[in-house]
T-cell receptor, first 113, second 114 residues
């Protein structure tokens, strides 16, 4: 069955420090992978996506993610975190040619000043 | 271009009642998907509509239903509300079907069932 696991429920980093959010997926075929961010009271905003090609993808707000097929992972990174990055982050896999997205449980990011 | 709009933003109902939520996709988008977000279960797929037809349905009871109109606007209905239906209901639209197409999410409707 298709699934997404985000092992870290809550992460706290200091402003200016680097960030890595982990995501592992289970999917039979080549996955379509996404990272979304959700601020309190808001909907989801797409940070980046991977479909094929270069395994290192760049997104908005200075985020990047690396697809590693051998590890079934799609970790999100940012070299220097800003206070405004505090939010909940969701990794998702797309289920083929449908519009269905399967989400992980989310990781809440807290940024210390 | 206006984003995805959802109405109402907040709703309070009592058990046993029914509720209808509305979603207006981005102009030109034809695919609409609905998700339920709760602290315990996270984000779960409800259903997907394209060209006024339900194309995909998640693992939810028959009390959850939806429809899509010719202008791509979509509604979802929950009948005989239960306490566990309290959630944030998110709508997402995309230009065409296929998860490789970016889905744009609305701000959600917060449903509270008392």
């Amino acid at each position: 069955a298709q699934s997404v696991t985000q092992p870290d429920i809550h992460i706290t980093v200091s402003e200016g420090a680097s960030l890595e959010l982990r995501c592992n997926y289970s999917y039979g075929a080549t996955p379509y992978l996404f990272w979304y961010v959700q601020s309190p009271g808001q909907g989801l905003q797409l940070l980046l996506k991977y479909f094929s090609g270069d395994t290192l993808v760049q997104g908005i707000k200075g985020f990047e993610a690396e697809f590693k097929r051998s590890q079934s992972s799609f970790n999100l990174r940012k070299p220097s975190v800003h206070w405004s990055d505090a939010a909940e982050y969701f990794c998702a896999v797309g289920a083929g040619n449908t519009g269905k997205l399967i989400f992980g449980q989310g990781t809440t990011l807290q940024v210390k000043p | 271009k206006a984003g995805v709009t959802q109405t109402p933003r907040y709703l309070i109902k009592t058990r046993g009642q029914q509720v209808t939520l509305s979603c207006s996709p981005i102009s030109g988008h034809r695919s609409v998907s609905w998700y339920q977000q709760t602290p315990g279960q996270g984000l779960q797929f409800l259903f997907e509509y394209f060209s006024e037809t339900q194309r995909n349905k998640g693992n939810f009871p028959g009390r959850f239903s939806g429809r899509q109109f010719s202008n791509s606007r979509s509604e979802m209905n929950v009948s005989t509300l239960e306490l566990g239906d309290s959630a944030l209901y998110l709508c997402a639209s995309s230009f065409i079907r296929g998860s490789y197409n970016e889905q744009f999410f609305g701000p959600g409707t917060r449903l509270t069932v008392l």
